[in-house]
């Protein structure tokens, strides 16, 4: 398992969905993209959050769709 995690790095914490790597990863970091192309923000993959405090406070989304509809939220263009 894996965390895609989304974040801007001049704001504290970021929002996270755990996932599996493979072809849905590639799709869903590419949807994120083009979500969040006019916005400066991060979006990398970890493996266990704890490791990872710079990142915190994780707002992990339970559903793909959740996650979708939180990055918009934040970080979407006028898409």
Do not use: C, W
Not at 1 to 12: A, C, F, G, S
Not at 14 to 21: D, G
Not at 30 to 37: A, D, L, M, R, Y
């Amino acid at each position: 398992m894996v965390y895609l995690i989304v974040r801007n790095d001049k704001e504290i914490g970021s929002i996270a969905f755990k996932t599996v790597l493979g072809e849905a990863l590639a799709q869903l970091k590419h949807q994120v993209s083009e979500i969040t192309e006019k916005s400066k923000i991060e979006i990398i993959t970890i493996s266990r959050p704890e490791a990872y405090g710079e990142y915190s406070p994780y707002r992990i989304m339970g559903t793909k769709e959740e996650f979708i509809k939180e990055v918009k939220r934040e970080y979407g263009s006028s898409l």
